[in-house]
Nanobody, 124 residues
Framework: QVQLAESGGGLVQSGGSLRLSCAAS????????MGWYRQAPGKERELVAT???????NYAESVKGRFTISRDNAKNTVYLQMNSLKPEDTAGYYC??????????????????WGQGTQVTVSS
């Protein structure tokens, strides 16, 4: 089983910065895409940024130029550097990863998992 553990959320003033981390662990064979999504109260979960194993990135228009996603494949960890934060960035931020896992019998299967989420609150 693959687990995702997020860290780095918190309370910050408008214009400030935060860095989120998400480490994947468990019976990982390969990880394809990792990404960050967010969900504000009363709203649907939305994409923030994704990154492939090859380093190709994709960003929501609302965060382009302010957020940077990066990845350490050796550590199975994805990061989200968030600069120039705005009150509208306030949300629960969730890590997602998909790829292949291998069980104790050597059988390989796909996985697509979410972390438990970390809260980011930006005060005006």
């Amino acid at each position: 089983q693959v687990q995702l553990a997020e860290s780095g959320g918190g309370l910050v003033q408008s214009g400030g910065s935060l860095r989120l981390s998400c480490a994947a662990s468990g019976s990982i064979f390969t990880i394809n895409e990792m990404g960050w999504y967010r969900q504000a109260p009363g709203k649907e979960r939305e994409l923030v940024a994704t990154i492939t194993s090859g380093g190709r990135t994709n960003y929501a228009e609302s965060v382009k130029g302010r957020f940077t996603i990066s990845r350490d494949n050796a550590k199975n960890t994805v990061y989200l550097q968030m600069n120039s934060l705005k009150p509208e960035d306030t949300a629960g931020y969730y890590c997602n990863a998909d790829g292949l896992q291998r069980n104790g019998w050597g059988q390989i299967s796909r996985f697509d998992h979410w972390g438990q989420g970390t809260q980011v609150t930006v005060s005006s």
